[in-house]
DNA sequence: AGACCTGGGACACAAAACGTCCATCAATAG
DNA sequence: CTATTGATGGACGTTTTGTGTCCCAGGTCT
C-alpha cells in the first residue's frame, strides 16, 4: 500500500499535492453541507478561478453536484472521501510532517521518505535517493559542492548520475581528514560524486592526529590553502549528522576529548562539529575547511540523516539554526517533532 | 492494493494514462539499451516533441540518463520499473481488457471495472458507478434517452446526480412492459432517473399478458403512439444484458415458450429480445417500443453488465454488433475474451 | 421585499505545450 | 583519417491550456 504511493510518486512527483487538493476541496465541501465559490475559495486559500477548474472537474466525475443554493456533495462523492481516509493518512501524514518541521526550525524544504534506515536497508537506500534528488534539485551550473563523509552520504554518491547540470561542478570535502575509514570518508565521497555526476573533484589529504606544529605549516600550503579557499567559497553544502557518542568511537577520539564531550552534553555531529541539545557548538574536530562562520553566507545547506536513533540529534543540529533542506525518514521525523 | 488504484483513478482519471505512458518509455529503453529519440518516438507512436518533454521530466528525476550516444536508463530508473511491475500487471491488466474487447467487437469505448459483480456488491454498485459515468458522458443537451429495467440499471440510476447537461433530457423506457417487478422494471428506472438527474420522463403502461385484440387497440391509442415515436427517436439506449434462461424465468415466460427458447439456443436477453451465441436474434417479448431495426440509426448504445456468470451472454449480444460502448466488470471481460 | 450570494458565461492575458528546424558532437563505417 | 550518420540540446513561433477578473441572471435567506 505504502510502496505503491512511493512508486507513483517518482514516476509522478506532484501527483499527492493534486489528490490532498482535491481531497481538501471534497472535503471542506462535504463538512460545509452547501457552500458557495468564493466562500470556499477564500476558506481554502485559493484564487476563485483555479478552484472553479477543479470543481467543473469535480462534477464532471460525479463526485460534486450544484444547483442555485451553492455546491453539495455526491453520494459518490461522500463514499469516496470514505474510501480515502487511509491514504490520506499515509500519504499526508509524511507530508504535514514535512511542513510541519519545516515551519517549527525555519527550513525552506524537508523531504521525509517512509520508514525507518535503522532497521530497513530499503529506507536507507530511500533517504540516498531522496538526498540525491535535494542535490540535482538545488544544483546550478559551475557550482562548488561541499560534502561531507558517511554512510548516508554514501548512499547519495550512489544514487547520483551523469547529468549535464553538474557537469561544470567542483565536488570538495567539507573538512579534512576527521578520522572515518576510508570508504566513507569525506575525500572518498566527492570524488565518488564526481565521477558519477561527470563533475570535477579537489580532496583535502590533511593525515590525523598531526602534532601541532606539522598541521600549522600544512595548513600554509598553497595546495591546501587552494582546496581550503574552494569550500570556504562552496554555494551548497550536503552533509550527514550523527549522534555524538557514535561518531566519536567511531573515529576512534581519544578518552579525555570523549569525556569532555559527554560532560558537555554532547548530542549531536554534522562535519566535524559537536552540538549539545540545545544546538550550541561544544566542540570540534582539529581540521581544516568549513568554518561555521561560513555557514551563514552559503545559500544551500542541505542535511541528510535518518533513523530512529537519530531524531534527536537532527533535532539538535536544526536548532543551531543553518540548515535550509532536511532530507530524512520517517522515525526520524516523528521524533525530531518531539523536540520542537 | 487494488483498491488505491481505483480510488485514485477516481480523483485523477488520466493518472493510469501518465503512469503507462511513462512506464512504457522507460521500459522501451531498458530492453533497447541506449536508444535515440527519434527512433524511441516511432517506436512509441509519439510526436518527438512530447517524447522529449517527457524524456527530460524523466531525467530530471534521475531515472533516465543521456549523453551524445543516446539515451539510457540510470539503477534508479531500473530499479522503479522493477518496483512497478505489480502495479502494472493490475492497472494495465484491464485498460488492456478494455482495448482487445473494444478492437475485437467494433466498439468505441469499453469500460471494465475491477472485480465480479456475482460476487462482490462493491463491484455491482462500481459498475453502476462507471454506468453512471458512461452516460454523463455521452449525454448531450435535450437528448431522449431511453433505458431498460434490471438490477443494473437500477445501481446507475443511484449513481446518477443532479447535472445541468441532463436538465433537458427526456428518459424513456425503451420497450413496454416485460414482466419485471415493479421496482426493476423500466417504467422505474426511467422515472428515478429522471428525477435524479433533474429530466423529464415519459412512461409506457402496457400491461402485460394482454390479448391480441386488447393489444392492437392499445397501440394505436396516441398518447401511447407518442410515447412509442420518442422512444424510437432517441440518441442514446442504455440497457442490462441478462442470461436468457434467468431472465425467462424472472418473468414467468410461459412453459412452451420458455421450451422454444432452448430449442433455439437462446442465451442472452436485452431489451426484451433473445439472442442465441452467435448473435441472431430468436425470440423477441411481445410489447411496444424500441425495434432492433431502430439501434442501427441510435447513435449512442451502452450496454452495461457485469458478473462472470454473463460473460457469454455479454458476447453474444456484443457479437449481434449494434452496441457502442460496453461498460462491464473484470470477470465478465475475461469470459468475454474467451468467446471472441 | 430586498440584500446577498450563487453558478455560469465571457474575455484578456500569461504560461505551458508543441511542432519544427538547426547547430554541434560522438561514434562508426569506409 | 575522414565522411557520414544519428545523437542531444537549443531556439523560436504557434497553438493550446490555464488563470485572473468581471459581470449577469436567477435563487435564497432574512
Redesign the pocket.
Known amino acids: 500500500m505504502r510502496e505503491i504511493l512511493d512508486i507513483q510518486k517518482q514516476l509522478l512527483p506532484d501527483l499527492l499535492d493534486i489528490m490532498k487538493k482535491r481531497y481538501s476541496i471534497l472535503h471542506h465541501i462535504l463538512v460545509s453541507g452547501v ?5 470556499l475559495a477564500s476558506s481554502l486559500d485559493m ?4 478552484l472553479r ?1 477543479e470543481v467543473d472537474f469535480l462534477k464532471e466525475l460525479g463526485l460534486l453536484e ?6 453539495r456533495i455526491t453520494e459518490s462523492g461522500r463514499q469516496l472521501l470514505e474510501d480515502m481516509l487511509p491514504i490520506i493518512k499515509i500519504a499526508f501524514g509524511l507530508t504535514d510532517l514535512e511542513e510541519s518541521i519545516a515551519k517549527a526550525y525555519g527550513l525552506s524544504q524537508v523531504i521525509v521518505v517512509p520508514g525507518d534506515s535503522d532497521t530497513s536497508d530499503f529506507t536507507k537506500k530511500e533517504l540516498g535517493r531522496a538526498g540525491a534528488a535535494a542535490l540535482r534539485k538545488y544544483v546550478a551550473k559551475d557550482d562548488i559542492i561541499a560534502v561531507t563523509g558517511g554512510s548516508t552520504m554514501a548512499q547519495i554518491a550512489n544514487n547520483l548520475a551523469i547529468s ?1 547540470s553538474m557537469k561544470g561542478s567542483w565536488f570538495v570535502p567539507a573538512r579534512g581528514g576527521l578520522g572515518e575509514s576510508v570508504d566513507m570518508q569525506a575525500n572518498t565521497i566527492a570524488s565518488i560524486m564526481a565521477k558519477k555526476t561527470g563533475g570535477k573533484y579537489r580532496l583535502l589529504h590533511v593525515p590525523d592526529h598531526l602534532g601541532e606544529e606539522a598541521y600549522q605549516s600544512l595548513i600554509q600550503d598553497p595546495q591546501i590553502q587552494e582546496v581550503v579557499d574552494a569550500v570556504r567559497s562552496c554555494r551548497i553544502v550536503v552533509h550527514g549528522i550523527g549522534d555524538a557518542m557514535v561518531m566519536a568511537r567511531r573515529r576512534k577520539v581519544d578518552a579525555e576529548t570523549t569525556r569532555s564531550l559527554q560532560a558537555d552534553g554532547a548530542l549531536a555531529e554534522a562535519f566535524g562539529y559537536y552540538f549539545d541539545p540545545q544546538g550550541n557548538v561544544v566542540h570540534k574536530m582539529p581540521t581544516v575547511g568549513l568554518r561555521l562562520e561560513d555557514l551563514q553566507r552559503i545559500e544551500v545547506v542541505i542535511g541528510v540523516a535518518g533513523g530512529k536513533s537519530k531524531g534527536e540529534a537532527i533535532a539538535s543540529v536544526l536548532r543551531h539554526g543553518q540548515e535550509n533542506v532536511l532530507v530524512t525518514d520517517e522515525a526520524a521525523a516523528l521524533e525530531i517533532m518531539k523536540h520542537v
Chains 1, 2 share one sequence.
Request: aromatic share 0%; net charge positive.
Open positions: 457552500v458557495g465559490r468564493r466562500t484564487t476563485e478561478r483555479v477548474g450544484s444547483d442555485a443554493a451553492g455546491m549535464s
